[in-house]
């Protein structure tokens, strides 16, 4: 019994947290499905494994309870990771679609970005990392989606 107990605790209860936000990588799939849907597309640059102030934003914004639960039903998410680690290196060709989408996006190389658009690739506005709480957070990204 334990070991059922302790598998449950390993394999089910991680995949929840995994399974509660859905971060693409191809802008191109993220347009469809707000076009579809009807929503604006929120797409961040973001240094995963060295930029600081990147991983804040994940731990204290995306990560949050709150943040999740508002952009399941408000966002399409899309994140344009750009890390160093070799452990962490990307597929040559996401590295492309990565370096594309910064040419158009992000040509000043600024991570964390924080781009909102809409389908269409419209940009909104942009925000950084700035240290709020996740409700105030979402009034930015509300402030900025029209």
């Known amino acids: 019994m334990r070991l059922y107990t302790l598998l449950f605790l390993v394999f089910f209860i ?6 509660a936000q859905d971060w693409g990588t191809d802008l191109e799939q993220a347009k469809s499905l707000a076009n579809a849907k ?4 929120l797409l961040v640059f ?11 934003l994940e731990r204290s914004i995306w990560d949050s309870d709150e943040f999740i639960e508002y952009a399941k039903d408000n ?3 899309v994140k344009a990771d750009f890390p160093r ?10 590295k492309r679609k990565n370096g594309e989408l910064a040419e ?3 040509p000043g190389g600024h991570f964390p970005l924080v781009v909102l658009m809409n389908a269409e690739g419209k940009v909104y ?6 240290k709020l709480k996740p409700a105030a ?3 930015r990204i509300k402030s900025l989606v029209r």
């Open 125 to 130: 506005g942009k925000l950084g990392y700035e």
């Open 46 to 56: 973001q240094g995963s494994d060295w930029c600081a102030p990147c991983i804040k």
């Open 75 to 77: 966002l399409v998410l």
């Open 104 to 106: 158009i996006y992000n």
């Open 85 to 94: 680690k070799k452990k962490n290196r990307l597929s040559a060709e996401q």
């Open 14 to 19: 991680p995949s929840l947290s995994g399974a």
């Open 137 to 139: 957070y979402i009034l």
């Open 38 to 41: 009807k929503l604006p597309i």
